[in-house]
C-alpha cells in the first residue's frame, strides 16, 4: 500500500513527489513506512520546508531526468540523509556531479534563466553525483515494485516509473496532466524519440 504527496515546488511549478509504502493500513494509520522515497526533488530549501516534516525517513531519490528544475533540492536534502542513493537514468547522469554547473548554465542560457542557475551555483556549490545509474527494465532496489520505462525524447535519460500493481505511472516531463508532452529543444531533446515513447 503506498501513499502519494506531492509538492509544487519553486516557480517553475515542478511536482515533487513523496512516496511512501506501508505494509498495512495500520501502518499507515501510525505513520510508520517502511520505505520513502523522493521523486524530482525540486526547488529549494524553502521548498523542502514544506515537506521535510513528512521525511522521517529517505530510501532514495529518483530523478525522471536531469534538468535543473527537477533535481536543485538535492543538495539540501542530501545533507539530510547523505546515505540515501540518488537514481537517474544513465544517459542523464552528466547532470549530476561537480562537472554538472556548466551543462546546466548551457541548458537554461537560451530561456533567460543563466543568472537565476548561476546564483544557485555559488550559493549551494556542486550537485553530488549520481550513486544509482539506471536503464530501461530495471526496477529501483529500495522499491521493487516499481519498474524503470526509458522514455528519451524530452531529455537523453527522461524516464518514468511504473508501478503495474498499483497502475500507477509517474511520467516526469515525458507526458502531462491533461495530455501534454515535455518540450524537446534543450540539449538532447528529439521531437521523434519523444513521440515514441509517447506512444509507448
Known amino acids: 500500500m503506498y501513499s502519494i504527496q506531492c509538492f509544487t515546488t519553486a516557480y517553475m511549478g515542478t511536482n515533487t513527489y513523496i512516496v511512501s509504502r506501508y505494509s498495512s493500513s ?10 520513502v522515497f523522493v521523486i524530482d526533488a525540486g526547488g529549494h530549501k524553502v521548498d523542502v520546508d514544506k515537506y521535510s516534516s513528512q521525511l522521517k525517513r529517505c530510501d532514495g531519490f529518483v530523478f525522471t531526468h536531469g534538468h ?6 538535492l543538495p539540501y536534502l542530501h545533507s539530510l540523509f547523505p546515505d540515501a542513493p540518488i537514481a537517474i537514468h544513465e544517459d542523464d547522469a552528466c547532470y549530476l556531479g561537480e562537472d554538472a554547473a556548466a551543462l546546466h548554465l548551457s541548458d537554461f542560457s537560451g530561456l533567460g534563466l543563466t543568472p537565476y542557475v548561476r546564483n544557485y551555483f555559488e550559493q549551494e556549490g556542486s550537485l553530488p553525483a549520481a550513486t544509482l545509474l ?7 532496489p529500495f522499491a ?9 525524447g524530452h531529455s537523453p535519460g527522461s524516464i518514468c516509473l511504473y508501478n503495474k500493481s498499483e497502475k500507477t505511472l509517474f511520467s516526469g516531463d515525458t507526458i502531462f496532466a491533461g495530455g501534454g508532452i515535455g518540450r524537446f529543444d534543450l540539449r538532447g531533446g528529439n521531437y521523434s524519440e519523444l513521440m515514441e515513447s509517447v506512444s509507448r
Open 26 to 35: 495500520s501502518a499507515q494509520e501510525t505513520d510508520e513506512p517502511d520505505c
Open 68 to 73: 535543473f528544475d527537477h533535481i536543485s533540492a
Open 134 to 140: 539506471l536503464k530501461d527494465g530495471d526496477v529501483l
Open 144 to 152: 521493487p515494485e516499481w519498474s524503470i520505462l526509458h522514455t528519451p
